[in-house]
């Protein structure tokens, strides 16, 4: 699966958007991107995903740029819970090494009041 | 949306013994689960892939004989850390393989060994 890289960390005023880049410059054509987050002490959460087309549901909007080396998760109006450490991944939607999600660092999202 | 369980969600035992968690998907068939450890302030590290009727594939590094896992029924999977010693204390989490392309994650598992 392709890597990722993420910054380690953001901000984001409670109320205000928050939008967290990923950077997937070696993605294959068959690659999905996923974005899942963490909160404290929690199993992660998962967000949404995309492969080419912007996608956007109830939690999440997520850009995929049109060369698809890189994309943003944006958080329309963020609250103070969605501070977590937030994880971009890439995987092949089938074969042998479906399902099976590699986690980065991830990016560290904290919203203040 | 779907809901994984994982029992206990916190467990404390002597070095030496074996500890069970089990993982449970409880609206939805999961023919794949999948478990990972997390040590504090790092990432998730897959550990291995449990396949409902199979032997579980284990990720590079990882002791099968040391770690047991069993998918007995497409609801539930089991990881049992056999002679736990202190360096196996961490933070274990499963997840479960629902429709085509979607996975959901457990609770976790917080194991102590002293």
């Known amino acids: 699966d392709a890597k990722t890289t993420q910054p380690p960390s953001m901000d984001c005023a409670e109320g205000r958007a928050a939008n967290l880049p990923c950077n997937h410059s070696?993605?294959?054509?068959?690659?999905?991107v996923y974005w899942y987050r963490q909160i404290h002490s929690q199993g992660p959460q998962y967000i949404i995903h995309?492969?080419?087309n912007n996608e956007t549901n109830e939690m999440a909007s997520l850009i995929i740029t049109e060369d698809r080396k890189s994309s943003t998760l944006i958080l329309p109006h963020a609250t103070l819970r969605d501070t977590a450490v937030y994880y971009c991944?890439?995987?092949?939607?089938?074969?042998?090494?479906?399902?099976?999600?590699?986690f980065g660092q991830g990016t560290i999202l904290t919203v203040h009041p | 949306g779907a809901v994984v369980s994982q029992h206990p969600s916190r467990v404390i035992c002597k070095s030496g013994t074996s500890v069970k968690i089990e993982c449970r998907s409880l609206?939805?068939?999961?023919?794949?689960m999948f478990w990972y450890r997390q040590f504090p302030k790092k990432s998730l590290m897959l550990m291995a892939t449990?396949?409902?009727?199979?032997?579980?594939?284990?990720e590079q590094g990882v002791e099968k004989d040391k770690f047991l896992i069993n998918h007995a029924s497409l609801t539930l999977s089991t990881l049992t850390v056999t002679s736990a010693h202190p360096e196996d204390s961490s933070f274990y989490i499963c997840?479960?393989?629902?429709?085509?392309?979607?996975?959901?994650f457990g609770p976790g598992t917080r194991l102590t060994v002293l």
């Open positions: 997840s479960a393989r629902h429709a085509p392309s979607e996975q959901y």
């Open positions: 070696t993605i294959s054509g068959n690659e999905y």
């Open positions: 995309g492969l080419k």
């Open positions: 991944i890439v995987r092949v939607g089938g074969g042998t090494s479906y399902g099976k999600l590699t």
């Open positions: 609206d939805f068939q999961a023919t794949t």
């Open positions: 449990s396949n409902e009727g199979s032997k579980a594939t284990y």
